[in-house]
């Protein structure tokens, strides 16, 4: 009688873990799937003339290619064509090196390539430039945990959550993210055979239930572009 009990909550507990990493997956997903991050995009009333201005001129030709580039890079993203993405996206960076939302959606083309060290770098690379960029610490914590470092991850999380409106339809997910995340620090990794079991039944959720878009956050500043 106590076997069967034990083994009905190991189903149960395996259930319950099931579950919350399919959570896990589906906020991945929708969080990217997100429209990107825009920025305050340049306004050229006039082109200027490239004989009496000609620095004038390049630096708006720099400014419509950049903008060119942004928006190819976010159109890549949404269709999951992640390489086009990146390339889209190392060309935005060379015209402004000093725009986060760059270095934040290449951190997310780099989720989609699965490629978690290169992305958690880039989404430290945004927190240096702009410590308040509550975006890139979602994208920083998905990765640390892909990387297997929870701690990390939570740190990571909680500052999104603190940076990030109480409104932000992220928030609840955040907090869900943290209680597994905690869960699993306590209880310890699962045996190899579960683990795969649950991440594979976890993608196979996530197809048959893809989250839908959430409105983007709209950060408002002026891009240094390079001379």
Known sequence: MSGAVDTGMDKAGVITVLLLLALMVAMVAGFANRPQFT????????MADA?????????????KELDERFQQAVAML??????????ALHRVIELAPTMPEAYVNMGF????????????DFFNSAIELKPYQANAYWGLAISLEQLGDLEGALGAMRAFIHLSPPNDPFIRKARSALWEWESTLKRGPLPD???????????????R???????????????????
């Open 51 to 63: 004989t009496s201005d000609p620095k004038g001129h390049a630096r708006q030709y720099r400014e």
């Open 193 to 207: 055979n579960e683990q795969e079991w649950i991440d594979r039944n976890s993608k196979a959720w996530v197809e």
């Open 78 to 87: 949404h269709a999951k064509q992640y390489d086009f993405a990146i390339k």
């Open 39 to 46: 920025y305050q995009r340049p306004v050229v009333e006039k």
């Open 209 to 227: 239930n893809g989250p839908e878009a959430d409105s983007p956050a709209q950060p408002d500043q002026q891009i240094p572009l390079r001379r």
């Open 109 to 120: 083309a780099l989720i989609g390539k699965e490629n978690y060290k290169a992305s958690a």
